[in-house]
């Protein structure tokens, strides 16, 4: 069987994957469509971006699925169908993985913060349970619990995936800088905070992904070194803080150079497993993995 911890053992560090929020919308994803019914009308889009991250080097690529929570899917009046596009999600990576190459799954946040009670927590621990058990019935490794802000959420939806499946759990949070400089989640978590916590709720791999670039990456990647030495580190870096053009659109400033040219301190800070978040592409994931070779 295919996973990350005995992966990182054969080779030190591991090339992640890139943005597929973007490319999906690249590929013609409208604002406020269901990116995850993709997986069932438009299956050879989904699978051309699994496919591309994985010609570009990628040592393990995600799944269309971080939306795939059935309390998500309510959204778009999908939850009914949570089961079959969360295994169809898996099964497009998985192809396109193959044998050689490791598949996570993708879990986002449900957008219900727990303290509201809008929704109960064990409502929320299903969802999370049957959306794992779908992605490890379409083939994933391991699970990656992503762009987490709440430690309760967080760790509810680890314990949910490693109940439902027994595979690996990978957990990154999203960190901003705050005025006084320092690292925290929307809802107040500290990367040190996240590290105790994570941990204990069962991830074996932890990290942050989105909200910042490579070079904020670095800094977080240090502090969750201070409280945790062992414990390998995915970063999704974006490619640098999103701006809007006189036009309308946004980009992303970071270019695939830019990005590679920051792998050498990132992974002297402690970073494990290294691949992109929004606005990264399969260029920026090329440089990374050529970076990475060449560290
Ligand atoms: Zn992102």
Redesign the pocket.
């Known amino acids: 069987m295919r996973s990350i911890l005995s992966s990182l053992k054969n080779k030190k560090i591991l090339v992640s994957d890139g943005?597929w929020?973007t490319q999906l919308q690249q590929r013609g994803l409208q604002p406020g469509e269901c990116p995850e019914l993709w997986n069932s009308t438009h299956r050879r889009d989904v699978f051309a971006v699994a496919k591309s991250y994985i010609d570009a080097g990628a040592d393990i690529i995600l799944t269309n699925s971080f939306g795939g929570s059935p309390h998500k899917l309510a959204h778009y009046g999908l939850s009914d169908r949570a089961a079959e596009l969360n295994e169809a999600a898996a099964a497009i990576s998985r192809e396109a993985a193959g044998d050689g190459h490791l598949v996570l799954g993708s879990m986002g946040p449900t957008g219900a913060i727990l303290m509201t009670e809008e929704v109960s927590e064990q409502t929320l621990f299903d969802g999370f349970f049957l959306q794992a058990k779908s992605l490890k019935k379409g083939g994933v490794d391991a699970l990656c619990v992503e762009?987490m802000s709440a430690i309760d959420e967080a760790c509810l939806a680890i314990r949910a995936a490693r109940e439902s499946t027994g595979l690996e759990v990978v957990c990154t949070f999203?960190f901003d800088k705050t005025a006084a400089g320092e690292y925290r989640t929307m809802m107040g978590v500290s990367p040190a905070a996240m590290a105790r916590a994570v941990t204990e709720a069962g991830a074996a791999v932890i990290g942050a992904?989105?909200?910042n670039g490579i070079d904020r990456m670095i800094d977080i990647v240090r502090e969750i070194r201070t409280v945790d030495g062992t414990t390998p580190i995915l970063v999704?870096a974006?490619a640098g803080k999103p701006v809007v053009r006189e036009d309308g659109a946004t980009v992303f400033p970071e270019t695939p150079e830019m990005m590679a040219a920051r792998v050498p301190d990132l992974i002297k800070s402690g970073a494990d497993i290294i691949g992109g978040?929004?606005?990264t592409t399969p260029a920026h994931i090329r440089a990374l993995a050529n970076a990475i070779r060449r560290t």
Request: proline fraction near 0%.
């Open positions: 943005a929020g762009t999203t992904n989105c909200g999704h974006n978040c929004c606005g």
